[in-house]
Nanobody, 124 residues
């Protein structure tokens, strides 16, 4: 079973930056796709960005492309989400998710493992 733990959330003013981390209790994400999703109150959970271990691919939602960057530390089994130029509309709970599949996927229902979430609040 895969256990995921997010950290790094907090409160930041618009234009600021945060880096989120996702730590996994697994030997390797070698066959996995790992993604970040976010959910604001009353809204559906939406895809933010993903990274694949199997081909080191990266893919992003259009709303964050150019501002957010996903990276990984394979040795420590960590995934990062560097968030720059934050906007108030980025405010949400951010979740790390993983699926053992060699595919790009932006649909939350296709991810099997989830962290508890970390709150990101961006003020004007």
């Amino acid at each position: 079973q895969v256990q995921l733990v997010e950290s790094g959330g907090g409160l930041v003013q618009a234009g600021g930056s945060l880096r989120l981390s996702c730590a996994a209790s697994i030997r390797s994400f070698a066959s996995y796709t790992v993604a970040w999703f976010r959910q604001a109150p009353g809204l559906e959970r939406e895809f933010v960005g993903g990274i694949t271990w199997w081909n080191s691919g990266r893919f992003y939602a259009g709303s964050v492309k150019g501002r957010f960057t996903i990276s990984k530390d394979s040795a420590q089994n960590l995934v990062y989400l560097q968030m720059n130029s934050l906007k108030p509309e980025d405010t949400a709970i951010y979740y790390c998710a993983a699926v053992s599949a060699r595919t790009y996927n932006t649909n939350s229902r296709n991810y099997d493992y989830w962290g508890q979430g970390t709150q990101v609040t961006v003020t004007s």
